[in-house]
């Protein structure tokens, strides 16, 4: 599964394969001086390299394994380097830095590298915020591809689902408030022109006479375009579509940034700031969890809820039940009944994302 | 032909003798090179402060999420690709008072892609992971990100600007023939690499339909005539300073082809900057908001509308005082129309295409972006160190090209001929 899931977005052979999963990796919680942590990794790549090596000898299965083979190795080799010249600098840092500084790519980490990494953040979120935290990485679902509806003409701007949405996700809350979803206000006789639009509106009370209101977050695209531009892969859309990131693969460049129509990404320009009270402890590890300064990230659909069958908490969260959610490959879905019986439109469709963010009016 | 192992032998003695020059030298050189020192150690401490605490240390927001940084990038890629306009005369049409100087401005274009390497990675959220980004290592989204593409771009040219001097001050200091023939499809290949890392930094902006201000395609043909004014122009004010300071002998002739290059170019640039504002206010759509933004402003948001006319003003000055001959071949005037193309692209290209790329953003917010002291000290700080690579690297090679420093151990042994 993970296999597929590397080659669909393209990483392709990088991605772990059953040989390697076979070796097994000990564990090496004892050590007690980070320089040795380097020390082992380097040789557990080397022997890893070599098991291989001596495997795709005796197999017969030819080019494929060979290229791979080649391949890893250079990687193994160069990793080994790298770990080899930030030697000294690394026996410096605390154990846990060294770890964090070479981790994986999500999508490259074997079954047992990904239950240590998530046994070590566990202990992390119980030490910074008190509470036992639920770290998830299931997959996606099978035949599925989630989809959203959006009726505008029901839509009053109350931007509750602003908040609950932050409130799930583990946004952070003070100095800079991070907000996947922006509503937009705009005066009625326009909807596509958003150079008019007012995203700090106050109002006693919504809705306002001659205003209309466009909610906006991730419109979790077919055609992603922050995934074609980000230089490192840190960024990829599931098999079930939704675009997820790797918060510790990210370098924060910012490029996807530049790269959304929709304005779907937004960056932590600090260290985030989540209040122990406020944590929300059942976490997805490409979705929820908390999170670290400079790195980028979005709305993922909720990727913890509905992989276990909830709606996402901005659809539960809409009090005149404006949000519509469902599986776009499933003919009995309600996204697909109102694809089909609603008059609906997407977001800057002229700009080829092919969005999944389907916005409709009463018919 | 030596051997390979002849070469490393004689580079690494070269390097040692090297090391020793540099540490000489006047008591100007030695406070020059000391007030370079404390404006990098300036600028580092604040970008200590920017590591430590994150970005926002900056003033850079979700809505105009590159800001300085990245705008002394855009424009220090188009110094460095400007080096070609020095390569091409002296190479392929042996143009002789070009060909005395080409050394310098190929080092040139390596202390400009060293300092715009460097303001990529202070604009990196997170320097520490800075390895996921190496070819084989990392996991590089390559060919379908322009910015792996970028990475690729840059350092390739990096790597020829160090080999190529390198390699041919070596030889003038061992008094040797270079072997031509070995060196020669290195030149050659820098020449379209050149156009290639400018070219691939304007396709990065340019391919994101999302920023309709950056999505034009005359936008790499703008990207390089506007590189063919600014670096040429450096490099003149260097180069005359350069022979006040040392003996190397600069003809003025070498700097009025130089100036007549610039004519050319500035007179692209201007065209293609008018061809791209006549689309877009005589089509006059919705994606005309960045521009107004840039020219006349948009409502109360205004910080950009006086730099812009400046800019303007400055390359069409520039541009006549290139064009008349009497103005371009007297010094005073060619360092004044020097100056002001320096300022002017830099405003151009600079703050004044990056900025308006973010504004309105794609939701059409309009927040204004003004750079913070830090923002300003951390590039002072980068652009001092380019400084001082730069003057280091000519505290070498002027003394081999005027012939001051040489191994003579070789003439004595009567191994090698002499040039």
Same mark, same amino acid.
């Given at each position: ?20 999963? #076979? ?9 007690? =001086? ?14 890893? %390299? ?21 391949? *890893? ?48 953040? *566990? ?22 591809? %989630? ?88 960024? %990829? ?11 510790? %693969? ?26 122990? #009270? ?22 993922? =659909? ?22 519509? =959610? ?22 800057? *469709? ?14 | ?124 959220? @997170? ?62 290949? !820098? ?19 999302? @920023? ?19 670096? +040429? ?72 509308? +006086? ?63 003004? +750079? ?33 420093? !040489? ?13």
């Amino acid at each position: 599964m993970a296999n597929a899931m590397a080659t669909s977005i393209g990483i392709g052979k990088r991605g772990f394969t059953e040989r390697e999963q #076979d070796i097994s990796l000990e564990p090496e919680r004892e050590c007690i =001086f980070s320089a040795l942590t380097v020390t082992t990794r380097m040789s557990r790549n080397l022997k890893r %390299w070599y098991r291989n090596l001596l495997r795709s000898g005796r197999q017969t299965d030819g080019m494929k394994n060979k290229k791979y083979t080649r391949r *890893e190795f250079i990687r193994n080799l160069s990793v080994t380097a790298l770990a080899g010249i930030s030697l000294p600098l690394l026996s410096s840092c605390s154990k846990e830095e060294v770890e964090d500084f070479l981790q994986k790519h999500f999508l490259e980490m074997t079954e047992e590298e990904k239950k240590q990494v998530i046994a070590k953040l *566990e202990q992390r979120y119980l030490k910074q915020y008190g509470q036992k935290f639920q770290i998830g990485t299931q997959e996606a679902l099978p035949e599925t591809l %989630w989809s959203y509806g959006l009726e505008l003409s029901r839509c009053i701007g109350c931007r509750r689902c602003v908040y609950a949405c932050g409130q799930e996700n583990n946004n952070s809350r003070y100095a800079r408030q991070l907000h996947w979803i922006r509503v937009l206000r705009l005066k009625r006789g326009n909807l596509i022109n958003l150079e008019d639009s007012e995203h700090y509106y106050a109002p006693e009370t919504v809705p306002e006479k001659g205003f209309v209101y466009l909610p906006v977050q991730c419109q979790q695209c077919q055609n992603p375009p922050c995934v074609k531009v980000c230089p490192i892969h840190a960024t %990829w859309q599931e098999p079930d579509g939704i675009v997820v990131v790797d918060y510790n %693969w990210c370098i924060g460049c910012r490029y996807c940034i530049a790269a959304c129509p929709y304005k779907g990404r937004v960056f932590n320009w600090s260290e985030p700031n989540l209040p122990r #009270d406020e944590v929300n402890p059942n976490v997805h590890y490409l979705g929820n969890r908390p999170r670290m300064k400079c790195a980028v990230e979005k709305c993922t =659909f909720c990727i913890q809820r509905v992989r276990q069958g909830r709606y996402p908490a901005c659809v539960e969260a809409c009090p005149t039940g404006s949000r519509k =959610f469902g599986n776009l490959l499933d003919p009995k879905s309600e996204i697909r009944y109102i694809i089909e019986r609603k008059r609906v439109f997407r977001l800057k *469709e002229d700009l080829n994302t092919e969005s999944r963010f389907y916005y409709f009016f009463e018919s | 032909m030596e051997s390979l192992q002849d070469l490393m032998k004689e580079t690494w003695h070269f390097y040692k003798k090297t090391l020793i020059l540099v540490f000489k030298g006047s008591k100007i050189y030695y406070a020059w090179c000391f007030f370079l020192l404390a404006i990098i150690i300036v600028g580092f401490v604040f970008y200590w402060k920017q590591h430590e605490m994150g970005l926002i240390e900056t003033n850079m927001t979700d809505q105009v999420s590159w800001g300085l940084y990245i705008a002394n990038f855009t424009y220090l890629v188009g110094m460095a690709a400007a080096a070609v306009l020095l390569v091409i005369p002296a190479y392929i049409y042996q143009f002789k008072p070009i060909k005395e100087i080409v050394v310098l401005g190929e080092l040139f274009a390596a202390s400009s892609i060293i300092m715009a390497i460097l303001f990529v990675m202070v604009d990196l959220g @997170r320097l520490d992971r800075f390895w996921h980004m190496l070819p084989l290592i990392g996991t590089m989204n390559f060919p379908a990100s322009l910015l792996a593409w970028d990475v690729l771009a840059l350092n390739g040219y990096l790597f020829l600007n160090i080999f190529i001097p390198v390699y041919l001050l070596v030889k003038f200091y061992y008094r040797k023939e270079p072997n031509w023939k070995f060196i020669l499809p290195f030149i050659l290949l !820098s020449i379209p690499w050149a156009v290639g890392i400018h070219t691939v930094t304007a396709f990065l902006y340019n391919g994101l339909p999302a @920023r309709p201000f950056w999505n034009a395609s005359i936008l790499a043909p703008r990207f390089l005539a506007s590189a063919f004014c600014s670096g +040429p122009a450096i490099i003149i004010v260097i180069f005359q300073i350069i022979r006040k300071v040392s003996a190397i002998h600069l003809e003025d002739k070498a700097l009025f082809k130089i100036a007549e290059l610039i004519a050319y170019a500035m007179f692209l640039n201007l065209f293609l900057l008018g061809a791209e504002i006549f689309k877009e206010y005589y089509s006059n759509t919705v994606h005309i908001a960045s521009f107004k933004y840039l020219f006349e402003g948009l409502r109360e948001h205004t910080v950009l509308v +006086p730099w812009i006319w400046a800019a303007m003003t400055m390359n069409v000055i520039a541009f006549f005082l290139f064009l008349i001959p009497t103005t371009r071949k007297r010094l005073s005037t060619l360092n004044l129309g020097c100056l002001l193309i320096i300022v002017g692209v830099w405003i151009e290209k600079g703050p004044g295409f990056i900025i308006p790329g973010f504004v309105p953003d794609p939701l059409g917010e309009i927040h204004e972006y003004v +750079p913070n002291l830090l923002e300003y000290m951390v590039s002072f700080g980068i652009w001092a160190t380019g400084f001082l690579i730069f003057t280091l690297l000519m505290k070498v090679a002027i003394p081999i090209e005027t012939g001051e420093f !040489s191994h003579t151990g070789y003439e004595k042994t009567g191994k090698g001929g002499i040039v």
